[in-house]
């Protein structure tokens, strides 16, 4: 235990996370030169694509005689629960910052995570080889945030390779080495993951005594019993070994077939063993919810195996049947983010192969019947007759926006403009100021980050988390295509913004979708009433172009025979919606 080093990298999106792990890789010769690539740790192709981390993933490195178990973790709020797990299994954290950058949101915000944890936190400023660093200006907001000397701050290139040595004798001489807390075997479910071949893989770190091949466990949570198949960690891809002791991070496959056995949080104790059960991760509560439906209906268990292998990994995933008179079967998901929405949409896509419908997203509120009775409404199309409603409550959350201070006046105007409610400023700085806000979820949920980026020329950067609920007027509005309402396009919008909301769904459906036999109404209502409307022209075929010559009454005759046929497609004729038309309602007005 004593030669064992436990760290994670913890940073905002975009400041060399991955980058550093990789130059860790290559400086201790855990992976060959041959087989090196950008990003190694990111398993996904999406996680290449994006250039940003989705999933933590550990890795065994050893250098100086010392064995180093590094956990590259994301940087992105909407994966802040990824974080926390990884901290919980580690004894010390890589504070990375970038020189061009500075301090930003999630920076803070994984730094205030890390000592919760009372983890060693070793400061160091990345990307020092760009025309735009400034080492001095980084140096001094790190030196009033942390409260550490400017000395104590590591210097580094990630892409050069340069002062990389220095942060890996640095991890070796202040990451204290993990205490033996308990005789018995104790190990934290920090992950896990699904493999085609050998089944649900977990990650584990131990707090507590060994265990080899064949030994029998028992997951203390879910009380199922199970015996040790195969034991290893990670170099990064899995190496088997004999056995794994108490201060180690590795993977166990074990005999569990059934997905929700090996919960994350859990821990595994010996079978003869009376061991307490380890603190584990607090309950997360989804911010954002939404319907994912199969476009084919045959696929719907197809669907269900799928999100259950996502949900192995992505333990922040909440996911319940539903079904729709319009779409069929399917699910109604909790997510913690836009984001992780959009991500979790891709990999059911590309690594499964399915064809989905998505609703538009909602928020959870809090609904006070008349009666007494309350329920936390996920979906539009369970908002209860108004006059039953005595009140209803939405989710707030503490924003923390950290600016150059010449944009702080448009970005408040903004902010206040969405319904948000100024706080506070703190100075980092002379010329970099943290603003704070109270605001409601649903002002966020779309476009909002987008938005703060374009204000600021991209410098701004942005951090949220749970406040509390407070009270609201909202209304369900309905979107009628050819006089049928379509279900997927139901949204719950506040009570004033109604009639703005419908228009600009409408209108963009008249861009969007593709034009019909007939002519298309596109309407938008709240209870029956219709608050805005658009038509959509038909297609019209020339039916007179066979006539040469003649009598006009000839070809009026057949204008009215082809008038009449449309007016028939109207009544009968059905629409079929493509997918963008889904997703372009998701967009929200910049203003």
């Not at 749970?466 to 997927?488: N, Q, T």
């Not at 057949?558 to 079929?576: I, R």
Request: proline fraction near 3%; charge should be neutral; charged fraction near 30%.
């Amino acid at each position: 235990m004593e030669n064992i080093r436990n760290f994670c990298i913890i940073a905002h999106i975009d400041h060399g996370k991955s980058t550093l792990a990789d130059r860790m890789l290559e400086l201790t010769g855990t992976v060959e030169m041959r087989k090196m690539k950008n990003q190694m740790l990111d398993q996904m192709d999406l996680e290449r694509e994006r250039g940003i981390t989705i999933k933590l993933q550990p890795a065994r490195m050893e250098w100086k005689g010392k064995i180093l178990n590094l956990i590259d973790t994301p940087g992105h709020v909407d994966f802040t629960y990824e974080v926390s797990r990884s901290l919980a299994a580690v004894e010390g954290a890589l504070l990375l910052v970038d020189a061009t950058q500075g301090v930003e949101a999630q920076t803070l915000a994984n730094l205030y995570l890390a000592l919760e944890q009372n983890l060693e936190i070793i400061p160091i400023i990345n990307k020092i080889d760009l025309p735009a660093a400034d080492v001095e200006k980084v140096s001094q907001e790190i030196v009033n945030l942390l409260g550490c000397k400017k000395e104590e701050i590591l210097l580094a290139s990630a892409k050069t390779g340069k002062g990389v040595e220095k942060i890996l004798d640095a991890i070796v001489e202040k990451v204290s080495a993990p205490k033996s807390k308990e005789k018995n075997l104790q190990a934290l479910i920090f992950d896990s993951a699904y493999d085609e071949y050998r089944g649900v893989v977990i990650y584990v770190r131990f707090f507590g005594g060994q265990i080899k091949k064949g030994d029998k466990i028992k997951f203390v949570a879910s009380a199922e019993t199970t015996e040790v198949l195969d034991l290893g960690f990670f170099k990064p891809h899995w190496v088997s070994a004999k056995n794994l002791a108490d201060g180690e991070i590795g993977y166990l496959i074990t005999g569990v077939k059934d997905l929700e056995k090996a919960k994350v949080g859990d821990t595994i104790v010996s079978l003869d063993e009376n061991t307490k059960a380890l603190t584990g991760y607090k309950q997360i509560k989804p911010m954002v919810y939404a319907g994912i439906f199969p476009q084919e209906g045959n696929e719907y268990h197809k669907l269900r195996e799928a999100i259950l292998k996502l949900k192995l990994s992505d333990s922040s995933l909440i996911f319940e049947p539903t079904s729709s008179q319009a779409l069929g079967f399917g699910f109604r998901c909790g997510f913690l983010g836009l984001l992780h929405l959009e991500i979790f949409q891709e990999r059911l896509k590309r690594e499964f192969n399915l064809s989905l419908i998505v609703t538009t997203p909602t928020v959870a509120y809090n609904i006070y019947l008349r009666n007494g009775e309350k329920m936390v409404l996920t979906t539009p199309n369970e908002m209860p007759d108004p006059s039953k409603i005595e009140r209803v409550d939405e989710p707030y959350m503490n924003i923390e926006i950290i600016s150059p201070q010449k944009y702080m006046g448009e970005l408040m105007e903004y902010v206040i403009s969405q319904k948000g409610i100024f706080k506070n400023t703190q100075y980092l700085d002379e010329d970099r100021l943290i603003l704070s806000f109270d605001i409601p979820l649903a002002s966020i949920l779309v476009d909002f980050y987008d938005s703060i980026k374009s204000i600021s020329s991209g410098y701004a950067s942005l951090n949220y988390d749970f406040s509390d609920y407070r009270s609201c007027e909202i209304v369900k509005v309905d979107i009628l295509v050819a006089e049928l309402p379509v279900e997927a396009l139901t949204s719950l919008v506040y009570k004033d913004e109604a009639h703005r909301v419908g228009k600009r769904i409408v209108e963009r459906l008249k861009d969007v979708l593709p034009r019909q036999q007939f002519v298309l109404k596109l309407q938008a209502a709240v209870g029956g009433k219709i608050i805005a409307g658009e038509r959509l022209s038909a297609l019209r075929k020339d039916v007179t172009a066979k006539l040469y010559g003649g009598d006009v009454t000839r070809k009026r005759k057949l204008l009215d025979k082809q008038k009449k046929g449309k007016k028939k497609m109207a009544q009968v004729g059905k629409v079929e919606i493509p997918q963008e038309a889904y997703l372009a309602v998701l967009k929200r007005d910049q203003n």
